[in-house]
């Protein structure tokens, strides 16, 4: 029997390349699309790599017939908050627009399965201990506004057309490759866990820690974090879920535990054995105090459960960070603790 065909619309970033390697070793023909407009390191990803732009209607067509695609993974986007909110036109074209010409390129060829990467920003300032997918949306940045665009018309869409979609909100995307292959590089990096790991290995001399008068144990910010492998292993449910004739849904994806900053930063010093300063800033605007994901639902329909904690996440992010150190020439080289 031939291996089903599937399309990773930005599987040479950080999330879309682990992605590309579980759909490899799970029997997929993995086929990328990815223009590498934010992949400065040009990962090590399996199958056919095809450079070119999303909004390419006529090359996503050719793609689709030539490999016989049958469904479509979708991470290619603009990620960060803070641009998004200083250029909300860039955030609202690539995510939106040009996301949306792909989709009318998919159904041109007849591809009607899709998963598309979301974000737990669709909710805002939800206020609430535990985020599940019953609470309003109501995203407070141009980012999250164009994630939840594309939600909305994928939703639209399988009523109308068929064209059946899940929509994966994730928390906060972790950790690397355990064998150290594959990993975080973005470029500006404006991640928390690369960021620390850069302290402890001497790249960067300090973090910033954004507020800590929140109304959180120790004030600083509490998130969820969730290993990128995790993340993969919840698409490829999904994508078993929309081959076994299911609808199409939207889920939550994260640990069900939240960690403040600091706690992050203990962590890490206890994984890397270094020392991570950290300088005291103001608040940013429109840092909710807590973040943390109910992915019960996720739980019950894509049978998803995820196996990595922050430990993990720490140390395999910190064995991609020695390996993005050598690259560079110069070895990690943090401050031991005393
Ligand atoms: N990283 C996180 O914590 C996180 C959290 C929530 C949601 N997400 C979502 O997950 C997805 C993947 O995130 P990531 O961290 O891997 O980002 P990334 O920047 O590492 O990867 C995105 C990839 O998409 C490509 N791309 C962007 N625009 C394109 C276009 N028009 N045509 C073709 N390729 C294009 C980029 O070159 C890059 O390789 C994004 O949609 C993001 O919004 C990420």
Same mark, same amino acid.
């Given at each position: 029997m031939s291996k089903q065909a599937v399309l990773v619309v930005g599987g040479a970033g950080f999330i879309g390349s682990h992605m590309c390697t579980l759909l490899d070793a799970a029997g997929y023909a993995v086929i990328v699309l990815d223009s @590498? &407009? %934010? %992949? $400065?390191? $040009?990962a090590a990803i399996p199958g056919v790599f095809v450079e070119g732009d999303m909004a390419d209607s006529a090359l996503v067509e050719r793609i689709c017939r030539q490999h016989r695609i049958d469904a479509a993974l979708h991470f290619a986007a603009f990620i960060e908050v803070g641009e998004s909110v200083r250029d909300p036109a860039k955030y609202f074209e690539n995510n939106v627009i040009k996301t949306l010409k792909l989709v009318e390129a998919l159904r041109a060829a007849s591809v009607d399965k899709f998963i598309f990467s979301s +974000? #737990? %920003? &669709? !909710? /805002? @300032?939800? /206020? #609430?201990?535990a985020i599940d997918e019953s609470l309003p949306v109501k995203p407070i940045n141009p980012y999250g506004m164009t994630k939840l665009s594309i939600e909305q018309a994928l939703a639209s869409y399988e009523q109308a057309y068929g064209f059946r979609s899940v929509r994966l909100r994730y928390f906060n995307a972790a950790g690397a490759d355990p064998e150290g292959e594959l990993g975080e590089c973005h470029d500006p990096e404006t991640h928390l866990i690369p960021l620390i790991l850069q302290a402890a290995s001497g790249r960067r001399d300090h973090i910033k820690l954004? /507020? =800590? =008068? !929140? /109304? +959180?144990p120790d004030g600083s910010c509490i998130r969820d974090y969730v290993h990128v492998l995790d993340l993969c292993r919840a698409h490829l449910a999904a994508l078993e879920r929309l081959n076994a004739g299911l609808p199409g849904d939207v889920y939550n994806l994260g640990n069900g535990g939240g960690y403040s900053v600091l706690e992050v930063v203990e962590a890490a010093r206890e994984v890397t054995g270094c020392e991570i300063e950290v300088r005291r800033e103001a608040r940013r605007p429109g840092d909710p105090d807590v973040l943390v994901a109910d992915a019960g639902k996720a739980r019950r329909d894509l049978g998803w459960t995820p196996e990595y904690g922050l430990r993990d996440i720490i140390a395999h992010a910190w064995r991609w960070e020695q390996v993005l150190c050598a690259e560079r020439g110069a070895p990690a080289q943090g401050t031991p603790l005393r």
């Open positions: @590498l &407009v %934010s %992949s $400065r390191h $040009r +974000t #737990a %920003s &669709v !909710y /805002g @300032l939800p /206020g #609430a201990e954004f /507020g =800590d =008068d !929140y /109304g +959180t």
